[in-house]
């Protein structure tokens, strides 16, 4: 069978078994513990912790993974081992607290052995050395012989973290045969033999603070199949680089490096795998929106990528080949995985920029690299100010440098790497950071006992409530008009007002997901169960709901002006302002900002309707609406279909009408990451304000130029132009006066030679003043320096033909001394710098060097 194939089957096999078939999720988790999605249960975390009731109780999917950063690193072993990979698929079928281990156990064996043809014979099963029942289900109701299942201890439980669910679970593994090792089954024989293909988790215990476990009341699996390894032992081949996709990768990674796969080295086999499957994660994670950068997910994505084009190099490669593996990665998955063919030029565009980039300086850093490890013995160690300088100025991630020392049996000093980017101040930010969350039991019981919160606000600002619970800090009640920040919405602030005493609500936050907590500062004799009115600012409000739907006619505007390999990275909607940041590869022009800002008001003077409204995702995706970064989405979603052109999904609030924004005007674009770029804008009466403010400016800056304010920019002109010219009419006197001082500066003469410091002049006025010294008699060789009129240091030296001297060697120490540089001749030599408290010191280096004490 082929990799597609076995999709298909295992896909089938658990639909005819009453299971929901679910779409891979993103590689970006919607978990802040996780730099990416590195199993197939990660998309489903929240329905195993009880933080989110499934919309279903049995699911199956096919999961795209990506194992490179963090705990889960699998990169250093990547092309040296069978089995090792950056990006794998992971088949799994799921039951949230309905069957359990009996039904898990009888249907992975039927697949396996039924529907995969796999010899029962050569399966081996292991269970944890407390699981009876599993080794009972395996023996008396699937028929596994004793002999063939093992028991093992922590290799055969799993556990979600310090507390929470955990239990026991089963592997099952295939025998590929005593050519590959000893016998003895997974507990005792070889490794290479006995390969585990599937990974049966029973979730039946909540692991306490205390180390006790207590059973949880809906038992629930998650299972885990590899299909590479898979597809390897379906095939009968050694590896997981010998099955049908991933011999096509390195069919087409020979094809672009020129290689023949018959005759190829072992070393050049390695980096052919390597550009096989780097290609297949960065084309996904590039696809799922990931960007090549120096933090978290997108610093992992481009040492994936330079990796792989640092091994096309060693192959002699001169030119880009990572676009050609995007090519055939979507030639050969994009079946599987429509997106990256829907996606596939704006991939290849953003890795062809990267690897362009990276090759721009991977020769010169390669030879310096080279140079040093030729130094080195086998066991020292590579400089980490070497190291350091190669990741700052070449782009080398450290973690290549030390694969490539490791090569030569080097290693680096990691530490002195860190020493050195400290001084320089250039550490990067936290790959990510995990949020204190605190004990949220007591929210997760208030959603069981009453029911997710009940959100009036998309049809009024004022709600009578009852409380549900109430402390000095948080207070939760049962319907709400208050908007509890998501999306990049911020949270509404409002007023509870009750018999005992109004309370101010600060800020809105989802508690546990479906509960909306309010922030507030004591609790004014509140108490649960006491009916209340809770009223939203708003005011607030409504220049939030302006702010948030003139996000999406941006969003909208920038694809129509930029491209649609626009997507949305982050967002912030506040009452104040909004900010929208986005992919893409270089600043956008005045010009493209003034057609997007022009796309958004033409909007709004139209003044279409807005509709939101509730659909399936299904429906919403037929309808082409777009999902925004960092959102995550149920079977029934919101869609907002802002005017004519703008269809997302959003769960925020929004405006009725767009000509209800008012205004939108820019303010600000930048770049806040390589390959994301970053607007602000504003809307409503701030650009009102904002107008109004840049007139009163206008108005008060043309009454001091005695202008009308629409002739405000010819009088700044002529303004500049009047100083520009007293400027120059400045420097031609203070250089005339300069110049007269040459007869008393030459009389200071020492064996023919002038050496002294002159401040307060122009750049040219000092050059011209050393040459008039030199010409006069008895002079031949001048040194000038001082502060310049400017800023800075300027140092001139001048020299007469018939001089000892050189002119440049006289400067050579002094123009390091100031912390500059120049040019350069025998006769004139003219440096700058930036240091103008070592001027003295720099002309005492200079008398040295012409000889003068």
């Known amino acids: 069978m082929k990799a597609n194939e076995v999709r298909k089957a295992f896909v089938d096999f658990f639909v005819e078994r009453a299971h929901t078939q679910q779409p891979s999720a993103s590689l970006i988790p919607h978990d802040p513990t996780l730099l990416f999605t590195v199993a197939g249960m990660v998309p489903f975390k929240t329905y195993f912790t009880g933080e989110e009731t499934p919309p279903f109780d049995r699911a199956v999917t096919v999961q795209k993974c990506v194992r490179a950063g963090g705990k889960h690193n699998d990169l250093d072993e990547i092309g040296r081992t069978a089995r090792h990979l950056t990006f794998f698929e992971m088949m799994g079928n799921f039951s949230f607290g309905d069957y359990f281990k009996e039904d898990a156990c009888r249907w992975a064996w039927e697949f396996v052995t039924d529907v995969l043809g796999l010899d029962p014979d050569r399966l081996w099963v292991t269970v944890h050395l407390s699981d009876d029942e599993a080794a009972a289900i395996w023996q008396h109701q699937v028929g596994v012989p004793a002999e063939r299942i093992q028991r093992l201890d922590e290799d055969n439980y799993w556990k979600m973290g310090d507390v929470g669910p955990c239990g026991p679970c089963s592997e099952i593994f295939w025998d590929k045969g005593p050519e590959y090792g000893a016998d003895g089954g997974p507990a005792e024989g070889g490794e290479d033999r006995f390969i585990e293909i599937w990974n049966l988790v029973f979730m039946q215990f909540d692991q306490q603070a205390d180390g006790s476990k207590v059973p949880l009341p809906k038992p629930s699996i998650d299972t885990g199949m590899g299909l590479e390894r898979t597809v390897s032992v379906l095939q009968g081949v050694d590896s997981v680089w010998n099955t049908d996709e991933l011999s096509a990768l390195q069919s087409a990674a020979a094809r672009l490096t020129g290689l023949d796969l018959a005759t190829a080295d072992p070393e050049q086999m390695v980096s052919l795998r390597i550009l096989a499957d780097h290609a297949r994660s960065t084309s996904l994670l590039v696809s799922d929106g990931v960007f090549p950068s120096n933090e978290a997910r997108g610093y992992v994505l481009r040492r994936i990528l ?96 030390e694969e490539i020392a490791a ?64 402390d000095d800090e948080v207070l939760v009640l049962d319907r709400t008009p208050f908007y509890a920040e998501s999306g990049g919405q911020v949270g509404d602030t409002g007023l509870i007002v009750a018999a005992g005493g109004d309370v101010a609500v600060s800020d809105t936050r989802i508690g546990v997901p479906g509960l909306h907590v309010h922030q507030i500062s004591g609790a004014a004799g509140l108490t649960a169960g006491q009916t209340v009115t809770a009223s939203i600012d708003a005011e607030r409000r409504a220049a939030i709901r302006r702010n948030h739907t003139a996000t999406h006619l941006l969003h909208w505007a920038l694809r129509e002006v930029l491209g649609d390999h626009v997507k949305q990275q982050g967002s912030y909607v506040g009452p104040d302002r909004l900010r929208f940041d986005f992919s893409h590869f270089e600043a956008v022009t005045n010009d493209e900002l003034a057609k997007v800002e022009d796309l958004v008001n033409q909007q709004v003077l139209a003044n279409d309707p807005c509709r939101h409204f509730e659909t399936t995702m299904s429906e919403a995706e037929a309808l082409g609406a777009i999902a925004f970064f960092g959102d995550k989405y149920g079977d029934v979603v919101r869609v907002l279909e802002a005017g004519p052109h703008s269809v997302e999904l959003c769960g925020g609030t929004h405006v009725g009408a767009l000509g209800d924004i008012g205004h939108f005007r820019i303010v600000a674009e930048g770049s806040i990451g390589s390959n994301i770029r970053r607007i602000e804008a504003l809307t409503g009466m701030a650009t009102v304000v904002l107008l109004r403010d840049v007139m009163d400016s206008a108005t008060a800056v043309a009454s001091e130029l005695n202008v009308r304010s629409d002739e405000l920019v010819d009088g700044v002109n002529r303004l500049k132009n009047d100083h520009r010219n007293l400027q120059k009419e400045l420097a031609r006197l203070k250089q005339q006066l300069a110049v007269g001082q040459a007869p008393s500066l030459a009389a200071t003469a020492i064996d023919g030679v002038v050496i002294a410091r002159v401040d307060d002049l122009e750049r040219d006025g000092l050059r011209d003043l050393a040459v008039s010294i030199r010409d006069q008699a008895g002079v031949h060789a001048v040194v000038l320096a001082g502060a310049l009129a400017g800023t800075g240091v300027g140092l001139v030296a001048a020299v007469a033909s018939d001089s000892p001297l050189h002119a440049g060697t006289l400067i050579e120490d002094a123009k390091q001394t100031v912390g500059g540089g120049g040019k350069s001749a025998a006769d004139l030599a003219v440096a700058g710098g930036k240091l103008v408290e070592n001027i003295d010191e720099a002309l005492d280096q200079a008398r040295a060097a012409a000889g003068i004490r």
């Open 407 to 470: 090569e030569r049996q080097l290693v680096v000093d990691t530490e002195g790497f860190g020493r050195a980017m400290a001084e320089q101040q250039r550490q990067a930010k936290e790959a990510r950071k995990v949020a204190a969350t605190g004990d949220v039991s007591h929210l997760i019981g208030l959603v069981d006992a009453h029911g997710e919160t009940v959100f009036t606000g998309r049809d009024e600002v004022t709600t009578e409530a009852t409380v549900l619970y109430v």
């Open 306 to 401: 330079r990796r792989a084009v640092r091994h096309a190099y060693l192959l002699g490669v001169e030119t880009p080949v990572m676009g050609g593996m995007v090519d055939a990665v979507v030639e050969i998955m994009g079946a599987d995985y429509p997106e990256i063919v829907e996606n596939h030029s704006f991939v290849r565009d953003v890795i062809d920029r990267e690897e362009t980039r990276f090759r721009v300086t991977l020769r010169k850093g390669q030879a310096i690299l080279d140079e040093q490890l030729d130094g080195l013995k086998a066991g020292e160690a590579l400089a980490g100010d070497v190291a350091f300088l190669l990741h700052d100025t070449y782009g080398f991630p450290l973690e290549v440098t």
